[in-house]
């Protein structure tokens, strides 16, 4: 028993610290790799779950990639997996930040990194995408409209009315709050029922 749950952790901590090392631009680029490693590979959490999860981390404060590590960690091992994440999530990027820092004057004036670094924007752009198109076929899949009307009404007021993100983030928790309480009521009322 003591070996699986040493396994368990050490698959935990590993992953997300490979896949942290490898990720570069932000948390919405690690989250398809996330779900490529604990869903589809390792099926340790399924597809909806994992939605669940990145709409958590997105409206918890700190950063996505972390956010969602943690969860994912707490999940399947309970505290010690989300501190196991945490740490592998958090390790990379601090290596790599304290090894630029000391070489910071080199690097900025170097116009190969430059140049390696917009090369890397584009596939950071694709990575998104490809988030935003996985994330948006899974609320097309349930057939609800609230959904749709939420996605479609957040990203009008964001992107065309320059609303606050946090003010549709809270909007939106809102309105789920609302849903989720009256298909809870309307549950309860159609098994009182049968």
């Excluded at 939420?150 to 809270?170: E, Q």
Aim: glycine fraction near 8%; aromatic fraction near 8%.
């Amino acid at each position: 028993m003591e070996e699986r749950s040493a396994k368990l952790y050490w698959t935990l901590f590993s992953s997300t610290f490979l896949l942290s090392a490898v990720t570069f631009g932000g948390g919405y680029v690690i989250v398809p790799l996330l779900k490529r490693k604990f869903v589809e590979q390792l099926h340790w959490i399924d597809e909806q779950e994992m939605l669940d999860m990145v709409a958590i981390a997105q409206s918890s404060p700190g950063p996505l990639a972390v956010n969602a590590s943690i969860i994912i960690g707490y999940r399947v091992a309970g505290v010690l997996g989300a501190l196991l994440t945490a740490l592998g999530t958090v390790l990379p990027p601090l290596i790599v930040i304290s090894i630029i820092s000391v070489f910071y004057a080199a690097f900025r004036d170097n116009r190969i990194v430059s140049l390696v670094l917009k090369g890397m924007q584009a596939g950071v752009a694709a990575v998104i995408a490809n988030v935003v198109i996985t994330m948006v076929a899974g609320i097309l899949k349930q057939r609800r409209a609230l959904p749709i009307c939420i996605m479609l009404g957040t990203f009008a007021a964001s992107a065309v009315f320059s609303i606050n993100v946090v003010l549709c983030i809270l909007a939106c928790a809102v309105i789920g709050l609302a849903d989720t309480l009256i298909q809870t009521h309307k549950s309860a009322e159609g098994g009182k029922g049968a």
